[in-house]
């Protein structure tokens, strides 16, 4: 232990060395990867050694592989050199006292997102634990949980807790050498989420890192695992509709899912990471890896995304169907406005016989937003009978913007079925004159036009999410038009 | 009865093309006007310049509006202002519900006049009203904004929507195409009961049988970009026995001395 400690104290010698001054006590590395990196790392979070060696075996792999340019994006070359690694939560001494101390732009989008007084201090990262109460909410929830046998803890207190479970399952979805990204994320990862539901329970409330007062820090790269055994049921919601006003970063996260026999899964995310300026300066790279293994016979992982934030967006959240009978979705809504652009889409693998898939994508380009759809249809030799249904439209608006399909069909089974429906349409000026002869504002048309877009994908999330996934739209679409 | 709109020497382009080459017009509070004319004579233009369209270019000329200048206004200014026009081909909207549809645009124009929002109970009273006025079911409600309508029901969900929005002046912009003659009965019918002392209308068509079902008070005859003729209901009668042709081999002057002659009566 007392070599890793010294590892830290290294690193912030050699912060000193490179004349930062800083009095907040220091717990973030300072720039740069390397094996001691992820050594300090992993003693920092006091992990065992086979995680410590898990990560050093990824960085290996990493250092291997290269970053992929397959996609229909333009990305700045990113100095894997200059991010630091590791940034310890912020202790609430030095989070804002009050929302006066917060950002007035962010207060303002709250506003118009309709989020709750109490809530707004929350997101912003405003110590509020004392004065709104919060610990208590956060108790009764853990309390009604642990009745019914649900595991859902921060990632690393999984490690400590429940080390089985993490070795167990960690990796077996997404390998460490799946690709340049997860790589990363697997050699530096700093927290995230686990749930585990045991056989047969049906957990009793809608899980989101929204409620798991610690989620609001875990950093640029985590890891989230989910595992639902034999006839388990879980629908898990994942990020919140604030922006987070963060600088151009890398935002590298890993997701696994397992389903058993029975299980269903269904995973539910509004992204909405700071997209940059208008110009297109700043913003989040979030260029994640999610996918779901329906191990079991029957089982089922239902994807549902409304991706809004991020300057680019390299995201497929994926099903693996493996079990006979196992059906995996995929709903998307993808927005770029602006100089925003996403290579989204899905791959949906059947292995298992009567295996189900369907996709629906609905990807939206205003501003000089460019938006691809990339989706991968593999039916194996063995999975009869599959079935896929893709739907995939895109819509444009604005004259600068773009819209691109790259659907991949791999089929190898005769008895297989795949449909896949492709449209794009331009906001028609017909539709938007249409409305406005009603007397319906240019803003209001454009955002009801667009809600009727997405209502497909919209039906899927949880009822308060489609709420607020449908104003954060229209948040995002402000000045699209016009 | 006081004049509601009066277009005073319009000219306008489209694409750089003169469409309305001075076009005069008089409409008063109460009254059926019927646009006939020619295909590419410029009826559906004037109809796109009053709504506010883009792409139509206002070159010179003046609309007055009880007593404003219409062309001065927004688009969703002149709805509010109680401008509304029945298209020729309305347009789908998929995912959005008529009924959310229709009352967004009326509770926007009630916000535009200072009028309370109505909420969604007052909302649906007075759909059933109107549904009961127009003698129409409801199964248009239920349903996307003209997703996957028949011609029939489109044209019908526009009266409905006229019926609802209770608009001062209505354009009708060939209201009849692609209409077999039940429903264009139908929609004829629901146009008559919305026809009102307070209410001017300007029914645009090619086809004189519309008018057969809503009688018009004014014929006018609009050729290369101005009226070239006004007259009573039988005018249309005239054209659609003599065909539009006609007009050119010297009809409209026979016309003219028989209008003037109609205007000169007390």
């Known amino acids: ?482 | 009865m006081s004049t509601m709109l009066k277009i005073t020497n319009l000219h306008a382009t489209v694409a750089g093309k003169e469409i309305l080459k001075g076009l005069n017009l008089e409409l008063e509070a109460g009254e059926i006007h019927a646009i006939m004319g020619p295909n590419g004579a410029g009826k559906s233009t004037l109809g796109n310049i009053l709504a506010g369209r883009e792409g139509y270019e206002v070159t010179q000329g003046e609309v007055m509006f009880n007593g404003k200048n219409l062309l001065d206004l927004e688009p969703e200014e002149r709805a509010c202002e109680g401008v509304f026009m029945a298209f020729q081909y309305p347009v789908e909207i998929p995912g959005v519900n008529n009924t959310y549809f229709l009352r967004a645009a009326l509770n926007a124009q009630r916000k535009y006049r200072g009028e309370e929002e109505l909420d969604s109970v007052g909302f649906l009273r007075l759909v059933r009203e109107k549904l009961e006025i127009l003698h129409i079911g409801d199964e248009l409600l239920h349903r996307a904004v003209n997703e996957g309508f028949s011609g029939g029901e489109k044209k019908r969900n526009e009266i409905f929507q006229m019926a609802v929005l209770e608009p001062t002046l209505a354009i009708l912009d060939e209201t009849d195409s692609g209409l077999d003659i039940d429903a264009l009965k139908t929609v004829a019918e629901g146009v008559n009961r919305l026809r009102s002392k307070d209410r001017g209308m300007i029914v645009v068509t090619h086809y004189q049988r519309l008018l057969d079902y809503i009688v018009p008070d004014k014929v006018h005859v609009l050729a290369d970009g101005r009226l070239v003729a006004t007259g009573g209901a039988d005018l249309a009668l005239k054209l659609e026995e003599q065909g539009y042709a006609w007009l050119e081999d010297g009809g409209i002057a026979t016309l003219n001395v028989e209008s003037a002659a109609q205007t000169a009566k007390p």
Not at chain 1, 97 to 105: F, H, M, R
Not at chain 1, 218 to 224: D, P, Y
Not at chain 1, 225 to 248: F, K, Q, W
Not at chain 1, 323 to 334: H, I, K, L, P, T
């Open chain 1, 1 to 482: 232990m007392s070599g890793e400690t010294s590892t830290i104290d290294k690193m912030v010698e050699q912060k000193y060395q490179h004349g930062f001054v800083t009095d907040i006590e220091s717990e973030t590395l300072p720039p740069g990867l390397s094996a001691d990196v992820i050594r300090a790392i992993s003693a920092r979070k006091n992990e065992p050694e086979w995680l410590l060696e898990w990560r050093l075996k990824a960085y290996e792999h990493w250092l291997e592989m290269e970053q992929p340019d397959w996609a229909h994006l333009k990305i700045d070359p990113i100095d894997f050199q200059a991010i630091s690694y590791f940034s310890a939560p912020k202790s609430d001494k030095d989070r804002p006292q009050s929302l006066d101390e917060v950002d007035p732009k962010l207060l303002e989008t709250y506003d118009k997102l309709g989020v709750p007084l109490h809530e707004r201090a929350r997101l912003a990262g405003v110590a509020v634990d004392a004065v709104f109460d919060s610990v208590s909410v956060g108790t009764t929830f853990k309390a009604e949980l642990k009745k019914a046998g649900v595991i859902f803890c921060s990632f690393s207190e999984a490690v400590q807790d429940h080390p089985e479970l993490v070795q167990k399952y960690l990796g077996s979805v997404v390998p460490q050498r799946d690709n340049f990204f997860a790589a990363l994320n697997c050699a530096v990862f700093t927290d995230g989420s686990f749930v585990f539901i045991p056989k047969g329970v049906r957990c009793p409330m809608e899980l989101s890192t929204y409620f798991r007062i610690n989620a609001a820090e875990t950093g640029q790269f985590e890891r989230t695992l989910i595992v639902a055994e034999e006839g388990s049921h879980v629908s898990y919601l994942e990020g919140c509709t604030a922006p987070m006003r963060d600088e151009n970063q890398l935002h590298a996260a890993v997701v696994e899912l397992v389903a058993l026999d029975d299980a269903d899964i269904k995973y539910s995310t509004v992204q909405n990471w700071y997209p940059g300026d208008e110009n297109g300066l700043g913003g989040i790279y979030n260029f994640v890896t999610k996918r779901g293994d329906c191990r079991g016979a029957r089982s089922r992982v239902s994807w549902t995304q409304v991706e809004t934030g991020s300057s680019i967006t390299w995201k497929y959240p994926s099903c693996i169907l493996r079990g006979d009978d196992s059906v995996g979705e995929f709903y998307s809504v993808a927005l770029t406005n602006n100089y925003q652009q996403a290579d989204t889409g899905t791959k949906m693998i059947h292995i298992g016989r009567n295996t189900r898939s369907k996709i629906i994508s609905k990807g939206i380009s205003a501003g000089h937003g460019q938006n691809a759809y990339r989706g991968l249809v593999r039916v194996t030799p063995r999975a009869e009978n599959a079935r896929n249904y893709t739907q995939c439209d895109s819509m444009l608006i604005g004259k600068k913007c773009g819209a691109h399909t790259f659907p991949y069909i791999e089929v190898r089974n005769p008895s297989a079925k795949v449909e896949h429906e492709a449209t794009t349409s331009r906001i028609g000026e017909d539709q938007l004159f249409y409305c406005l002869q009603r007397g319906i504002s240019e803003e209001d048309a454009v955002s009801m036009i667009v809600d009727g877009f997405c209502k497909q994908v919209f039906k899927k999330l949880p009822m308060e999410f489609a709420v607020e996934a449908k104003a954060l739209l229209e948040v995002s679409l402000e000045g699209a038009v016009g």
